[in-house]
């Protein structure tokens, strides 16, 4: 995560991102400062394979979001904050305010194959999760609110295909090998 990025509206920490790259020889996520092509080049420029851009950058606009598909494919991810109230006080320019689902229904049929879905602290809606993980054909991931093993056991049984557990790791309430046994026969993955 690029808070710098984020806070400038473009990735700001160019070096670190390409260092990581060529240090692990894993896929790389980059969220922070992506909210076009021009921030999607750069990431991948720097050795991002994967770039997470918020969902105000692309939900009214098709074309700049037709442009980031063309340019990061299936490597493009949508972040949402499931938050109803959240939906409901962003400044929509062609519409009423969507329901979650909604949303994640059109911006699939527009080709967005993986969506991010932080839940502001809250423990995720596994209704919710189940219900848009059985909808749609993209990946859900779950980015917060999981602090222990039962908790990613019910996200896999939810249907959901990846887990960010940045925090559960640093704070030592989920162990990463326990956090993988958890997740085993799941549809996806954990970061």
Not at 3 to 13: I, K, S, T, Y
Not at 26 to 50: H, K, S, W, Y
Not at 96 to 119: I, Y
Not at 157 to 168: F, K, P, S, W, Y
């Amino acid at each position: 995560m690029d808070l710098d990025g984020a806070r400038q509206g473009r990735p700001v920490n160019i070096d670190a991102i390409g260092a990581v790259a060529r240090t692990v020889a894993v896929p790389l996520q980059v969220a922070g400062g992506i909210d076009g092509p021009e921030q999607i080049e750069l990431a991948f420029a720097a050795g991002a394979t994967r770039v997470v851009m918020p969902l105000w950058a692309v939900a009214d606009d098709r074309v700049k979001l037709a442009d980031c598909l063309r340019i990061a494919g299936d490597w493009l991810a949508v972040g949402l904050d499931g938050r109803p109230e959240r939906l409901r006080d962003f400044p929509w320019q062609q519409r009423e305010p969507p329901r979650l689902e909604d949303l994640v229904v059109e911006l699939t049929d527009h080709g967005v194959r993986r969506f991010v879905l932080s839940h502001g602290g809250a423990a995720p809606d596994l209704s919710l999760l189940a219900l848009l993980s059985g909808s749609v054909d993209a990946e859900i991931l779950v980015a917060g609110g999981v602090d222990s093993l039962a908790g990613l056991a019910a996200l896999r049984d939810a249907g959901v295909h990846g887990v960010i557990l940045g925090e559960a790791l640093f704070s030592g309430s989920v162990v990463y090998e326990d956090a993988l046994r958890a997740l085993a026969g799941g549809p996806g993955t954990l970061t």
